[in-house]
């Protein structure tokens, strides 16, 4: 009954910026932190950035994104957000969402969106 829908992901030149949008939807309670992976076709699944929904909105951000990356929240909307600025074509990628959150049972639960496929290509 919770489901993460991703959205804004396409094709970008080098250099260039796209904005992912990840939305929480069903039977939740409370969102603890929503966070952004990536996986790259012969390559594992790897944490891009993630944000701490409950509180002050902290962030945390891989080193190979940090400068070029923004996660931020839409508390009201459910909603987290990537921006992303300077791709390259290493950033090529399927971008999944994934949330800690409470459901309305008040079981605690994480949850991963189908992903969003990012290429960057000239």
């Known amino acids: 009954q919770v489901q993460l829908v991703e959205s804004g992901g396409g094709l970008v030149q080098p250099g260039g910026s796209l904005r992912l949008s990840c939305e929480a939807s069903?039977?939740?309670?409370?969102?603890?932190?929503m966070g952004w992976y990536r996986q790259a076709p012969g390559k594992q699944r790897e944490l891009v950035a993630n944000?701490?929904?409950?509180?002050?909105?902290?962030?945390a951000y891989a080193d190979s994104v940090k400068g070029r990356f923004a996660i931020s929240k839409d508390n009201v909307k459910n909603t987290v957000y990537l921006e992303m600025n300077s791709l390259k074509a290493e950033d090529t990628a399927v971008y999944y969402c994934?949330?800690?959150?409470?459901?309305?049972?008040?079981?605690?639960?994480?949850?991963w969106g189908q992903g969003t496929q990012v290429t960057v290509s000239s």
């Open positions: 069903g039977n939740i309670f409370r969102i603890n932190t």
């Open positions: 994934n949330a800690d959150l409470i459901k309305a049972t008040w079981v605690r639960a994480t949850y």
């Open positions: 944000i701490i929904v409950t509180s002050g909105g902290t962030t």
